[in-house]
């Protein structure tokens, strides 16, 4: 079984930053994708970044250039700086795994709560 357990949300005045963590542990095969989707109260689910196992990283349009996504390969952690947020970017925030090379599996963190108060 793989766990995914975010961390770093909170409550943020707009222009202040928050890192968010994703520790995975349990029985990973391989990490291929690892990233951080949001969902906002009444809206779907939407990615923010992803980081691929070659350490390729893609944003979505709406960060432009605030956030940064990376990884420690030993401690397969996952983070997200976020910096100059705005009232928009109040969310939850999930991280997503796809593990395996050929048969993938997807698994998802819990969820953690960022609020962005104008």
């Known amino acids: 079984q793989v766990q995914l357990v975010e961390s770093g949300g909170g409550l943020v005045q707009a222009g202040g930053s928050l890192r968010l963590s994703c520790a995975a542990s349990g029985k990973i095969s391989v990490i291929n994708v690892m990233g951080w989707y949001r969902q906002a109260p009444g809206k779907q689910r939407e990615l923010v970044a992803l980081?691929?196992?070659?350490?390729?990283?893609n944003y979505a349009d709406f960060v432009e250039g605030r956030f940064t996504i990376s990884r420690d390969n030993a401690k397969n952690t996952l983070f997200l700086q976020m910096n100059n947020l705005k009232p928009e970017d109040t969310a939850v925030y999930y991280c997503h795994l796809k593990d395996g090379l050929q048969n993938i599996r997807e698994h998802w963190g819990q969820g953690t709560q960022v609020t962005v108060s104008s």
């Open positions: 980081l691929t196992r070659a350490s390729m990283a």
